[in-house]
């Protein structure tokens, strides 16, 4: 009778650290200038206010901002104005970057100064993406991924190459999909004018910012879900390894 009831009471401290959801996810919004001089990190954290995700942690070691007039929002952002993404991983300044801000979460828009700049080849710029996405995973082997295709241009002739980086980027990313670190690709190209949507050619208007927004939004949703979910299993494990621990209660 006495063993009986002890089950329940530690079946019902396991059951209640298995709900404790409360600990906040951290996001880390990584790329160059369109990431760091926008406005669509403000958009996305008003979206996620009065959702489940709302305590979002927005982490990075910057917090410039395109004059987006929110005071409210968590402007921590990994956005480098000017950076190529073939730059940042030879450099591995991405290792420290996630040393000094860990992340569940990480979005990653890049390759937009690989090709302006320096007219990089494709497979370069990939390879690139490739050591990205293992410095984040050697940073935390369960980080989950989201992957611009990148917005297209409304100056120069670089459009192009852009569509040839973005239609490399779909196989590339399934090819190291994994359970434990998932990759989603979302398409921050089709529907976005390169002139319309953009204030200087480069960079997202306010109109450009929605659209980056809603392209972000259900794949950072799979990535928070999926993150949860880790935490959820993580508490039940701890909480089971606790029962183990303390037969002397029976
Ligand atoms: C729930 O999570 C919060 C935030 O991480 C933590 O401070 C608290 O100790 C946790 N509670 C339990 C019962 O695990
Ligand atoms: C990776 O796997 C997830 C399921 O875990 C899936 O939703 C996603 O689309 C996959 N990504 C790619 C690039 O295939």
């Not at 190529?84 to 979005?107: C, E, F, H, M, Y």
């Not at 935390?140 to 295709?149: C, G, R, S, T, Y």
Request: aromatic share 8%.
């Amino acid at each position: 009778m006495v063993s009986v009831k002890l089950l329940s009471l530690a079946t019902l401290v396991g059951a209640a650290v298995a709900q404790n959801t409360t600990a906040p996810l951290r996001y880390m919004p990584f790329g160059d200038s369109i990431t760091e001089i926008t406005c669509w990190r403000a958009k996305l954290w008003e979206k996620l206010q009065g959702t489940d995700w709302a305590t979002t942690n927005f982490v990075g070691s910057g917090k410039n901002e395109n004059a987006c007039r929110d005071t409210k929002y968590d402007r921590d952002n990994e956005g480098h104005s000017g950076f190529l993404a073939i730059n940042i991983a030879n450099s591995k300044q991405l290792v420290g970057w996630l040393q000094r801000n860990p992340a569940d979460v990480i979005t990653m828009h890049l390759g937009t100064n690989d090709i302006v700049q320096q007219n990089k080849p494709v497979d370069q710029i990939i390879a690139a993406f490739s050591t990205l996405v293992q410095v984040m995973r050697d940073s935390n082997p369960k980080m989950k991924i989201v992957v611009a295709q990148i917005i297209p241009m409304g100056m120069g002739n670089y459009n192009g190459k852009v569509q040839a980086l973005n239609a490399a980027i779909t196989p590339w990313a399934a090819g190291k999909n994994t359970t434990a670190s998932p990759i989603w690709v979302v398409d921050q190209y089709t529907g976005y004018s390169g002139s319309a949507d953009n204030r200087d050619g480069i960079h997202p208007n306010a109109g450009g910012d929605d659209k980056m927004v809603s392209v972000w939004y259900p794949a950072l949703v799979s990535a928070f879900t999926s993150a949860r979910a880790d935490q959820v299993a993580a508490a039940a494990a701890a909480a089971a390894a606790e029962r183990r621990e303390m037969p002397f209660i029976a």
